[in-house]
């Protein structure tokens, strides 16, 4: 058991998840706020994931902080409470939002 690793993560996850509770206390209510937190998620993700190599950091940054801030399962419920016609839109603009995200992310983040 790699307690580093484990600590890594878990100071990360905290990090990530009080981060994306102040935003969306901040806009109660709003399917735009848990949107907003998931497409900027994925985009951070694909900047990190290019620019930095080191596994810790990696786990701090990204299966910690990313990992607690970013709240696909949200978004899901969001979704199952929405009417059929913006539950739909908010699925697929959320699924297209998020991979354009990360491959923005990639590309601003790639080595030149």
Known sequence: ???RAIAAVTAGGVIGALTRYAIAHAW???LWAIWLINVSG???IGVLYTRVHHRLPRLFLGTGVLGGYTTFSTAMV???H???LSALVHLFGTVAAALVAVWAGSAIGSPR
């Open 42 to 44: 994925c985009f951070l």
């Open 1 to 3: 058991m790699d307690r």
């Open 78 to 80: 969001d979704v199952q």
């Open 82 to 84: 929405a009417s059929p």
């Open 28 to 30: 109660p209510g709003s």
